[in-house]
């Protein structure tokens, strides 16, 4: 325990080295942050929420703050141009001019990053940074708010409706080997607006290092959102993140996510219905191979009447992986009228992968319908016996209805780049699938 | 739907039919828990010495146990050195000889709970092993079972004529570690009741033990060991009220099955016990562990429970499936209302090849109650072809009620298939509509739905047993809907 305590310090003087720089605005939220990191400690396995994950890599040691950007392979420029769109690049938690393309944003959409704000921020971006995000539920999610240095913001104004994405994309390189990043990002579309964005996070394969972000996602009465997760990392990074999604009346929020990288990821995904009426999606795919772990939780919190909620989390485990989802719908007292349904499928590839699945409903209310279901197998014989009479190779039926299976979390998304996308990292993993890129 | 308020309100006035105290003279140890108390216990009961270190075992690990707190349910803290740890009634000392013998008093009470003890040979084909407290005060049929090599008596009893098959069994299941309320049952355990059913024999009538809390502050530890040989097969049932009290009694039994090659055991209970008055106060706390070993090949385990009593319960009967191609069952209906809470759930441990479980869980919750579903269904390596189906619905009556699902899937075998459904939904407007509009009154209607909801699990019980679970639940929720 003396090693816990004293690494505990370590990131408390971290943050009072920093104390010159930082901007008024924010010093009472990171004063708030750091402090509910302190009196939480680093979790242990004894904690209900973090039984399957093994954080000793993370606890054992510091990681230090990276001090200064490093410099971006050409490999990981390259990835980039993956999506189209107005886009903002963060380096190593440092927003990077140069990588980011924000000519010609359209009237009522503003990004930038928060280190712009360093003399004041507008009221716009005072008013709701942090202040929906729970810094007590999760202490990396304080972490990241006592120590965050740069972080996008992106603010659609009232009834604008922004076509292209917003692409903003968190690079860790070489300077992150043993450190650690955390990345900020606040988005807010207001009321009657519609806006798209995709947040990816990618480093080299061989970095090891520590990820921390916390992304903060609200819809305004009558908006809607959809907001993508991309988290790419390098086979040996340990990412942990939270994600923060609000929704107000008859809003229609999504959340898509991808969590294919690093060695060891966790995200916890919060979600408030605040007004009557709103339309949540929680949708998720978690891909692993090797001796990777992943480990997705989920709090869909009711607070209201007549909201809908709907969380499709599936994963595909290869090699001696190990996965964890866990969900919950709670329905508050008062939430009648609620539909909330949760599904989680699993599908093992190889012999040594594990999945644990824990779908969990808390109902306070009898006015509700409520339902889950979980799966955990392995591909139909039956099926693939029907594709190779047919004339399909094993491989190739094998990749096909491994695509199928992933296919009801990606053929709702309303940007099919997206799933096209994913869905070529799924065959990147597959052997046989060459025919069936988007690409082919 | 005017009537719904006024009808909750009544549900949760209904006062507890089964509450009655009888009087007669106890054994009594003072309150208080040390080594002193197990050596008591022991000493009376006249134990041979592994048994007193294995409880002495028992005990000093559970001295270093904590109480657990991740159950969805909250309590007045236990105080365990409150609790009187021996009540045995004082004419059973010398062990009644027959029926005949048997304390009136007592006899009186099982009259009240309807269990015709004086008529138990006409009673088609049911043995009871009565328990009374702590110690087994009659038991039937016996000779008629022995012909066929049967032993179905108290544990303390079996202690002394069967040593080297408690021995072998005791503890195999459920170690005396194992978790913090059977470590504490394991050190302090009194009573209970033993089956062992040799090889290829079928029982020939369903076993049956009634249970019954008498004395004040008195907490009932019982411990039932079931063990079923090679092509055997044994239904056994349990059934349990308890009187009306003030004070939080205590329960924490231990009940482990054995299955060997190609036996199947078949375990039902009925729980009634006292849970509480209209504000919440008193109640039993039952915190029992229940876990089944299908050791053998083709052996199969099965548990089928409608809890309607008690004001917490803490339960998760289990099955460990190490045989291949075994098979464990888990069925339950749970009813909570007024104050009650329940946890309950089920454990399905898949270890052998082709090895299938089934978990059916209805739960019924109404007024105040609280009322979790918490699962475990875990597939090992080993667990080649391995299937488990799991469904668990609940229905909400009242806006004042909580339902909750903590379903936990653990699965490390890719050719094992997993399926868990769960629902949470309200006796539909339009089900009480289609059947008003049938002309069937709408109190008829929410039992005929009610019924419908839980038919699933009654099926599965035997017949003596359904019929008094469909009337405990039909009593349990007259008039909760209007």
């Known amino acids: ?440 | 739907m005017a009537a719904t308020t006024e009808t909750i309100e009544e549900l949760n006035e209904q006062s507890y039919e089964a509450g009655f105290v009888t009087d007669i003279e106890q054994d009594t140890l003072p309150p208080g828990l040390d080594e002193d108390t197990i050596r008591f216990i022991s000493r009376k009961k006249g134990e041979p010495d592994w048994l007193l270190d294995w409880r002495l075992d028992a005990y000093r690990k559970w001295c270093e146990m904590a109480e657990p707190t991740w159950h969805n349910v909250t309590y007045r803290p236990v105080d365990y050195q409150s609790i009187s740890y021996f009540s045995a009634p004082k004419s059973a000392e010398d062990g009644p000889q027959s029926l005949d013998e048997v304390d009136p008093k007592i006899k009186e009470t099982y009259d009240k709970l309807g269990i015709p003890l004086h008529e138990q040979e006409q009673l088609a084909g049911v043995a009871v092993d009565a328990v009374f407290d702590s110690v087994s005060v009659a038991t039937s049929y016996k000779e008629k079972l022995a012909e066929q090599g049967i032993i179905f008596c108290a544990i303390s009893e079996a202690v002394q004529e069967y040593p080297e098959l408690v021995r072998e069994y005791l503890g195999s299941v459920v170690p005396n570690n194992d978790n913090f309320f059977a470590a504490l049952n394991s050190s302090v355990f009194t009573d209970g009741s033993f089956v062992y059913i040799p090889k290829g024999v079928r029982c020939p009538m369903e076993l049956s033990t009634y249970f019954r809390i008498n004395a004040a502050n008195t907490g009932q530890f019982e411990r039932t060991l079931i063990i079923a040989e090679d092509s055997s097969y044994v239904s056994y049932l349990e059934g349990c009220t308890a009187p009306m009290r003030d004070e939080n009694q205590l329960h924490a039994a231990v009940v482990e099955l054995v299955a060997l090659d190609n036996a199947q055991i078949k375990y039902s209970t009925v729980q009634n016990w006292y849970p509480g008055d209209e504000n919440g106060k008193g109640g039993v706390y039952n915190f029992v562990t229940k876990r089944g070993l299908c050791r053998g090949d083709n052996s199969k385990i099965s548990w089928t429970q409608v809890e309607t009593g008690s004001a917490v319960t803490w339960k998760y009967p289990s099955v460990v499936m190490r045989g291949d191609n075994s098979v464990g069952e888990f069925y339950s209906v749970a009813v909570t209302r007024g104050w009650q809470q329940a946890d309950t759930g089920t454990k399905m441990t898949h270890m052998g090849k082709n090895t299938k479980s089934t978990i059916v869980s209805k739960g019924i919750s109404a007024g105040n109650a609280q009322q979790s579903y918490r699962g475990l269904v875990r597939m090992t390596p080993g667990a080649e072809n391995a299937r488990n189906y799991s469904q668990c619905d609940s229905m909400l009556i009242g806006d004042t009620c909580g339902a909750h699902t903590f379903p936990y899937i653990d699965v490390q075998n890719p050719s094992a298939q997993l399926e868990h459904e769960a629902t949470t939904s309200k006796i539909g407007e339009d089900q009480i509509l289609y059947c008003t509009q049938r002309g069937i009154d709408p109190e008829d209607a929410v039992s005929l739905i009610v019924n419908g909801f839980c038919k699933e699990v009654f099926h599965t019980l035997p017949m003596e047993f359904a019929v008094e679970a469909q009337k405990l639940l039909e009593v349990t929720l007259e008039d909760s809907v209007g």
């Open chain 1, 1 to 440: 325990m003396a090693a816990i305590a004293e690494t505990r310090s370590d990131y408390r003087q971290e943050f009072e080295a920093d104390s010159a720089r930082r901007a008024g605005w924010l010093a009472p939220l990171q004063q708030r942050g750091i402090e509910a990191f302190e009196s939480q400690g680093f979790p242990t396995r004894r904690q209900e929420a973090w039984r399957k994950v093994d954080l000793t890599p993370i606890t054992q040691h510091h990681y230090p703050r990276v001090a200064e950007p490093g410099r971006v392979s050409s490999a990981l420029t390259d990835k980039l141009g993956a999506f189209p769109g107005h886009r903002v690049v963060f380096v190593d938690g440092i927003y990077a001019p140069e990588l980011s393309d924000l000519g010609s944003l359209p009237k009522g959409l503003t990004v930038g990053s928060l280190a712009e704000y360093a003399d004041g921020a507008p009221e716009r971006l005072t008013e709701v940074m942090g202040e929906r995000v729970d810094i007590d539920a999760q202490p990396f999610i304080a972490l990241n708010t006592g120590l965050f240095r740069d972080g996008a913001f992106v603010h659609v104004a009232r009834g604008a409706l922004v076509e292209q994405p917003v692409v903003i994309v968190h690079v860790a390189t070489e300077a992150a080997q043993g450190h650690a990043v955390y990345p900020r990002t606040v988005t807010h579309v207001e009321a009657g607006a519609e806006a798209r964005v995709i947040e990816q996070f990618v480093s080299p394969d061989e970095i090891e290092g520590l990820v921390v972000p916390v992304s903060e996602v609200h819809a305004g009465q009558d908006a809607i959102v959809d907001y993508h997760r991309l988290q790419e990392e390098g086979a040996a990074m340990r990412h942990i993140g939270g994600v923060h999604a609000s929704a107000e009346g008859n809003a229609g929020c999504r959340v898509y996510s991808l969590a294919s990288g690093a060695a060891l990821s966790r995200v916890d995904y919060y979600a408030d219905l605040e007004g009557e009426g709103v339309d949540l999606q929680l949708k998720g795919l978690y891909l692993t191979e090797g001796r990777q772990f992943s480990d997705q939780h989920t709090y869909v919190n009711h607070r209201v009447a007549h909201g809908t909620s709907s969380q499709v989390f599936r994963g595909i485990l290869q090699g001696r992986s190990e996965t964890t989802f866990d969900g919950l719908i709670r329905v508050f007292e008062g939430a009648e009228k609620t539909s909330a349904e949760q599904q989680n499928r699993n599908l093992l590839l190889d012999k040594m992968a594990l999945s644990h699945s824990n779908p969990r409903l808390e109902i306070f209310n009898n006015d509700v319908v409520c339902t889950h279901g979980s799966t955990v197998g392995e591909l139909d014989e039956t099926a693939l016996f029907y594709l190779r009479s047919r004339g399909v190779s094993q491989a190739e039926g094998k990749s096909l209805l491994t695509v199928a299976f992933a296919n009801e979390v990606l053929e709702n998304m309303r940007d099919e780049r997206v799933s096209n996308y994913i869905r070529d990292r799924i065959l990147d993993r597959l052997p046989g699938g060459e025919n069936m890129r988007s690409s082919a």
